[in-house]
């Protein structure tokens, strides 16, 4: 009776799987991010992948998070599995966020320092869908796993002065002309920041973790 019951109840190992697919949810995200930021027809069509990709994440985090109540075993604390797909779902939702203002204020043209960000962030969606993917092998893998939140850490730093830099130059822009155009670009400057910010925290997370069962 009990290895039918177990049987029929979740894996440990199914955990994994979800959190790689949820990491790569991210990866289209940035992508379509990016894509949205080069201005243009592109704009639209983009913020729509993001709001897909954004819905996609919700599900597969719905799903971590009723797995965890499920499981008898699961590969780590229960708490951390929790922090971790939330995390990775913040990091999402603050892509959602940006394509939602973008949406909202018609903007269809981009700063360069915008765009710079976005680089950014593809390349921290794919170092951290790297680092999901050398979980389930964390013992062998925590050198890695270390260098790649030390990168993600750089990059956000990095974000840091595109952030400072290109909000002094909407403002050398727009302080005799148009202040709404100054507000709006500030907002989508400070989202992108953020989506920078949540990506620091997942590593943060990752490493955390790899302390704790390493």
Same mark, same amino acid.
């Given at each position: 009776m009990l290895g039918w019951f177990q049987a029929i109840m979740p894996k440990e190992g199914q955990f994994f799987t979800l959190f790689n697919r949820h990491a790569q949810t991210l990866v289209a995200g940035a992508a379509?991010?990016?894509?949205?930021?080069?201005?243009? *027809? #592109?704009?639209?069509?983009?913020?729509?992948?993001v709001?897909?990709?954004?819905?996609?994440?919700? #599900? !597969?985090?719905? *799903?971590?998070?009723?797995?965890?109540?499920?499981?008898?075993?699961?590969?780590?604390?229960?708490?951390d599995i929790q922090d971790l797909v939330t995390?990775?779902?913040?990091?999402?939702?603050?892509? /959602?966020?940006?394509?939602k203002v973008v949406t909202l204020f018609e903007v269809a043209t981009f700063?360069?320092?915008m765009r710079q960000m976005a680089d950014s962030i593809v390349q921290a969606a794919l170092l951290t869908a790297e680092a999901v993917a050398l979980l389930p092998n964390m013992?062998?893998?925590?050198? /890695?796993?270390? *260098?790649? #939140? !030390?990168?993600?850490?750089?990059?956000?730093?990095h974000s840091d002065t595109l952030y400072d830099e290109g909000r002094k130059a909407l403002f050398l822009a727009h302080r005799a002309g148009d202040p709404m155009a100054f507000i709006v670009g500030v907002d989508i400057y400070s989202h992108l920041e953020k989506v920078l910010d949540r990506f620091e925290d997942?590593?943060? /997370?990752i490493s955390g973790i790899v302390i704790e069962q390493v």
């Open positions: 379509a991010l990016k894509d949205l930021l080069e201005g243009g *027809e #592109a704009t639209a069509t983009g913020c729509e992948r709001f897909a990709h954004e819905e996609e994440a919700d #599900a !597969i985090a719905r *799903e971590v998070l009723l797995a965890v109540r499920r499981t008898f075993i699961t590969p780590f604390d229960r708490g995390s990775l779902d913040d990091a999402i939702d603050q892509m /959602r966020k940006t394509a700063e360069p320092a013992r062998q893998n925590a050198a /890695r796993l270390n *260098e790649l #939140a !030390i990168q993600v850490t750089q990059i956000e730093d997942v590593a943060n /997370r």
